[in-house]
């Protein structure tokens, strides 16, 4: 924050995990009718944490950060290229665990939809969409059901590192941590007991630039 201050003169400021979560629920839900009522799950997966925010009508009223992310658990369990079936279970394991200690039963049964933002989930839908080059306006809004989810998460890890950089609809660089993401994002769904997530462009990002907007 010092450096950008000296070298821009800008007033830069770390984030509190309490207004990460209210501008990332912003950004993902700035497109939506904040009159409707149905409980929604906004999913963000990152490299080493997740973080997970619940609302209705625009407003958040639970948050977590996980420490699952795809960087993180792809370091810890997958290993092998293509990764072993052993390892993806395990993966499996751990992430159901840590998220269902994280987030209360009570709050895991309202939620009835999902919006996910970032790099796993708008892949998951470039791809399900076969989008090639990617376009940011095709995968704003596309829906990826859960057993799609289920099957391309299965054919990437099928495919050792290189093979996987080449699949459409894939950046290149996500590619080494891809099928942790969608292993991750998988169990997210399952621990909700949801069976499609909405994929969407508008992160933390749009939240930020909509709350210092005039």
Known sequence: AEQVRERFGLDASTLSGDE???LTYLGATAARDHADATPLLVVDIGGGSTELVTGARGEMDFHVSIQAGVVRHSERFLHGDPPAREEMEALRTDVRAVFEDAVPAAVRERVRAAVAVAGTAT???AIDAGVEPYDPARVEGHMVAAWRL???SDNLA?????????????????????VAGMLILAQVLDAFGLDRFEASERDILWGAAIDVAP
Do not use: K
Request: proline share 13%; aromatic share 0%.
């Open 20 to 22: 990460e979560a209210r």
């Open 123 to 125: 892949s998951a839908a």
């Open 150 to 152: 289920a099957g391309i």
């Open 158 to 178: 099928a495919l050792p590192l290189e093979e996987r950089r080449a699949v459409p609809g894939l950046h290149p660089d996500r590619a080494p941590t891809i």
